[in-house]
């Protein structure tokens, strides 16, 4: 896979040379390829959100660089505005930000700064909504009139109809009901799937990371911690205690498991994976 995202050697401080002076990302190295799937997972506090701010050049590094397919992205005015075009950033409660008189016009806010022609604008909007399966006759209505899911939906659509190559999501299923953060997390994987593009997606919610991500960073005090597959990173339950976070719940009852001396395999951290676990160990296929 072609490496798009690198973050070198970044640093950021708050109010430098202020009394209330605050490191919140310390020296941060990590590539991300083309089409993965990331997790990035930490405790409040831990710098998740200004790292993530730095990935379209909303936030300047005190040091370090952003470099996107190897280039700088504070090379140049015309680099870091292509950036933000190329990193589509959703933050918490994203349809806070809606402010348009109508759904076609809130979707097509960023394909429209982007230069496009109407055509394509046009195009993209219709695209975009259909993505986050609403129907067009939607696009004509007032985003305030909306429910809080369909809200959530448009905002989505926004980042979509810039098309981007790296989308970045802020805690996407925040405020959410079960069936409601389900229905995100299935957007977001079909659109991942349908376009192929690379996902970074900040969450407190273990059993969210090891749904939807292939690779997940734990970040601590600023620092990356940890990096690696979710059955790497959660076979690690001690230390990410250590840090303020727990593993999925199913995982916990699989350790609790072992720690009652049955002889069960605790690398699982999805229900699928448990339902699995269970049938080999009942059919006598142990260990499993």
Same mark, same amino acid.
């Given at each position: 896979?072609?490496?798009?995202?690198? !973050?070198?050697?970044?640093?950021? &401080?708050?109010?430098?040379?202020?009394?209330?002076?605050?490191?919140? !990302?310390?020296?941060?190295?990590?590539?991300?390829?083309?089409?993965?799937?990331?997790?990035?997972?930490?405790?409040?506090?831990?710098?998740? *959100?200004?790292?993530?701010?730095?990935?379209?050049?909303?936030?300047?590094?005190?040091?370090? /660089?952003? #470099? &996107? @397919?190897?280039?700088?992205?504070?090379?140049?005015?015309?680099?870091?505005?292509?950036?933000?075009?190329?990193?589509?950033?959703?933050?918490?409660?994203? $349809?806070?930000?809606?402010?348009?008189?109508?759904?076609?016009?809130?979707?097509?806010?960023?394909?429209?700064?982007?230069?496009?022609? @109407?055509?394509?604008?046009?195009? /993209?909007?219709?695209?975009?909504?259909?993505? !986050?399966?609403?129907?067009?006759?939607?696009? $004509?209505?007032?985003?305030?009139?909306?429910?809080?899911?369909?809200? /959530?939906?448009?905002?989505?659509?926004?980042?979509?109809?810039?098309?981007?190559?790296?989308?970045?999501?802020?805690?996407?299923?925040?405020?959410?009901?079960?069936?409601? @953060?389900?229905?995100?997390?299935?957007?977001?994987?079909?659109?991942?799937?349908?376009?192929?593009?690379?996902?970074?997606?900040?969450?407190?919610?273990?059993?969210?990371?090891?749904?939807?991500?292939?690779?997940?960073?734990?970040?601590?005090?600023?620092?990356?911690?940890?990096?690696?597959?979710?059955? $790497?990173?959660?076979? @690690?339950?001690?230390?990410?205690? =250590?840090?303020? #976070?727990?593993?999925?719940?199913?995982? =916990?009852?699989?350790? *609790?498991?072992?720690?009652?001396?049955?002889?069960?395999?605790?690398?699982?951290?999805?229900?699928?994976?448990?339902?699995?676990?269970?049938? /080999?160990?009942?059919?006598?296929?142990?260990?499993?």
């Amino acid at each position: 896979m072609d490496e798009l995202l690198r !973050v070198d050697h970044l640093t950021h &401080i708050y109010s430098v040379g202020l009394p209330f002076e605050k490191k919140a !990302v310390d020296d941060v190295t990590f590539g991300v390829q083309k089409g993965e799937f990331v997790g990035l997972i930490g405790h409040t506090g831990s710098g998740k *959100s200004t790292l993530i701010q730095h990935f379209n050049g909303l936030l300047k590094p005190t040091s370090g /660089r952003v #470099l &996107i @397919r190897g280039e700088d992205i504070h090379a140049s005015k015309e680099i870091v505005r292509a950036a933000r075009f190329a990193v589509g950033l959703v933050f918490q409660y994203p $349809e806070h930000q809606l402010f348009e008189e109508t759904v076609a016009s809130d979707v097509a806010f960023g394909p429209k700064n982007m230069g496009l022609e @109407r055509e394509e604008v046009e195009r /993209r909007v219709r695209d975009a909504v259909a993505s !986050v399966g609403l129907p067009e006759t939607i696009l $004509e209505e007032s985003p305030f009139d909306l429910s809080g899911g369909e809200k /959530r939906r448009v905002a989505l659509a926004g980042v979509f109809a810039m098309e981007p190559e790296i989308l970045v999501l802020d805690e996407p299923m925040a405020g959410l009901d079960p069936a409601g @953060r389900a229905d995100i997390f299935r957007l977001i994987r079909e659109y991942h799937q349908r376009h192929g593009i690379t996902v970074v997606f900040v969450t407190h919610s273990m059993e969210d990371a090891a749904k939807m991500a292939t690779r997940l960073m734990v970040m601590k005090d600023g620092r990356i911690f940890m990096d690696g597959s979710p059955k $790497e990173i959660f076979s @690690r339950a001690a230390e990410l205690t =250590q840090v303020g #976070l727990t593993v999925p719940q199913v995982t =916990q009852v699989f350790l *609790s498991l072992r720690a009652r001396g049955i002889d069960i395999r605790t690398d699982v951290y999805t229900v699928g994976q448990a339902a699995e676990a269970l049938i /080999r160990y009942k059919g006598g296929d142990r260990p499993c």
